[in-house]
């Protein structure tokens, strides 16, 4: 499993992080995509990140489509 990132800084990063994940939720329905990882992390009071946890299967197709700023190995 992949974990793509997309970071948010400054002083509305939490929220920002939040509203982006709503957006990722409406693409994951939309598409009927098997992700059930959708989350926001509070790093700083000025930085946040909103995630996703991607099947690799999934991964080349989703990351050309939806640019996340980074990726990494999931584990739980």
Known sequence: ?????WDF?????????QHHVIHLNEFIEKES????IVKT???TE????AY????ETLMNDLR???K???GELYSE
Do not use: C, D, S, W
């Open 1 to 5: 499993m992949i974990k793509f990132i």
């Open 9 to 17: 800084r400054g002083p509305n990063a939490v929220k920002t992080a």
């Open 41 to 43: 992390e509070l790093n």
């Open 33 to 36: 995509l098997p992700i059930h």
């Open 68 to 70: 996340p700023h980074r």
């Open 46 to 49: 000025m930085q946040a990140i």
């Open 52 to 55: 996703m946890v991607v099947p």
């Open 64 to 66: 050309e489509r939806l």
